[in-house]
């Protein structure tokens, strides 16, 4: 028999261990942003902490705090969802909480060591115990391997708990999808030494991760949150996120074309990739056009206004529909065609991309679902806006399109002198780097991750604050 779990009260372990990870996430998430200020003022003023703290540690630590505190985030997510989709306590409460603080210990050594090791010998012992060099998964294998442990530990608490409780689409399309979000990790743990090979398995598990995992999993949780939000119809949702499953899978598989031509693979890849990565935004877009409409609608035939449960959540939502339609399919899409790429690759074209694809696909829904945790762990109906949560999404969304801008013009600069008037060599890639136009779009890039920080305080005070505000106000 199901048991009665209420929705908007931490009653349940699955809520409190949602917490928990929620809490890391936000502390990590801070962590990106002041090693991504060190990396953006290093590129500057080269001679800031020259000798004591190198650009290419606070860019692996910036890029590595990114990907940590989103999985952090997701894993919360999960663990807050579960128990109200299924209807049952989380299988093994105790073990996930285990879990939680092995992984956390984990990161904390690794981060340490990243910060006040840096570098290693070019060893078998270096892979094993400082990184192993790998873009965006730079864990040393030891971390690697606990990791998989970890994940292992929570994926069976959802399946397990799954099996036992309710099915819905919703819990059904996260079940399926974490196993491959899983799954794809094993396959950048083994090393080999042709360096095609090695980047071919690299990129399944990034772009597969980012491009159809993730993207699933951001549909899912999109999904949840605009029947917790707005009360929207589940069918609706569960008939897009099929449609998405359907087309993610297809298109994130064959949008990784965009990269193999660059490994060595055929030159077939460019079209088929640059086709299909555009592709991957749509149906997330869908849903909430069709939704909202469908809400609208039934506002005005009723002539009754419906109640946002959760207006600071119901943002960052929206804010992730749009975000995900313009970083990730947008800006993606037009420096992964073949007649762009071939000047592109390689150019801050791709930093401002993954700049604005990060945040619009991701960071916007994981913050939006850690307001929904603030609200369950204070019991109240509703939360409204707040000036705090206003600040923290204009500043920080606002910051973010600024350096996804000065990071363009950088690239466009590039594109225009390095690769088509100088060649694309070490001498070009040099000049390119001293012009005016790169040099303003860096400080551009600098004072705009400044106005992002500054959000990003905003919104660390608004969830310590406006559970507290909304209790008193429904009191």
């Known amino acids: 028999m199901l048991i009665n779990i209420k929705s908007n009260s931490l009653t349940n372990a699955g809520q409190r261990i949602g917490l928990m990870y929620f809490r890391v996430a936000i502390i990590l998430f801070a962590a990106q942003l002041l090693m991504g200020l060190i990396a953006a003022t290093q590129f500057v003023y080269p001679s800031f902490l020259y000798g004591i703290f190198d650009f290419s540690v606070a860019r692996m630590v910036h890029i590595n705090a990114l990907v940590v505190w989103m999985l952090y985030a997701m894993i919360g997510s999960v663990y807050y969802m579960l128990t109200d989709e299924t209807g ?158 359907l087309m993610l899978f297809g298109s994130g598989i064959l949008g990784l074309g965009h990269h193999y031509f660059w490994i060595g693979t055929p030159e077939y890849w460019w079209e088929i990739g640059a086709l299909f990565s555009a592709l991957e935004p749509v149906p997330l877009v869908a849903m909430f056009v069709h939704v909202l409409y469908d809400w609208a609608k039934e506002q005005g035939e009723s002539g009754e206004k419906s109640v946002i449960t959760n207006g600071p959540g119901m943002a960052w939502i929206v ?37 604005l694809a990060f945040f619009g696909a991701y960071a916007t829904i994981l913050i939006g679902m850690m307001y929904m945790g603030v609200q369950g762990a204070y019991g109240v109906k509703r939360m409204k806006a707040t000036f705090n949560s206003k600040m923290a999404i204009v500043l920080i969304t606002f910051g973010v399109l600024g350096m996804t801008v000065a990071l363009t013009i950088a690239g466009y600069e590039q594109v225009l002198v390095e690769r088509a008037e100088l060649g694309g060599g070490w001498q070009a890639f040099f000049a390119a780097q001293n012009l005016p136009w790169y040099i303003q779009a860096q400080l551009w890039r600098l004072i705009m991750g400044l106005v992002t920080f500054v959000g990003f305080i905003y919104l660390l005070l608004d969830l310590l604050t406006i559970g507290k505000k909304a209790k008193a106000a429904e009191a």
């Open 319 to 355: 804010t992730n529909a749009f975000g995900n339609f313009l970083g990730a399919g947008i800006w993606g899409f037009f420096h992964t065609l073949p007649q762009v790429n071939i000047y592109t690759h390689g150019t801050q074209f791709t930093s401002a991309h993954g700049h």
């Open 88 to 245: 049952e306590n989380v299988a093994m409460a105790g073990l996930g909480k285990l879990a939680f603080w092995v992984l956390t210990l984990a990161i904390a050594v690794v981060v340490l060591v990243y910060i006040f090791v840096q570098i290693g010998p070019a060893k078998e012992s270096t892979i094993w115990l400082i990184n192993e060099g790998r873009e965006y998964i730079e864990a040393p294998r030891w971390a690697d391997i606990g990791i998989v442990v970890v994940v292992l530990i929570f994926y069976a608490n959802v399946f397990f708990t799954y099996l036992k409780g309710r099915k819905t689409g919703i819990m059904t399309v996260m079940v399926a999808n974490l196993l491959a979000l899983a799954g794809l990790y094993l396959a950048g743990m083994f090393f080999t030494d042709n360096i095609s090979m090695d980047q071919y398995w690299w990129w399944w598990v990034i772009h597969l991760w980012v491009e159809a995992t993730w993207e699933v999993f951001v549909g899912t949780l999109a999904a949840y949150a605009l029947v917790k939000f707005i009360g929207a119809k589940r069918e609706v949702v569960e008939m897009w996120l099929w449609i998405e499953v």
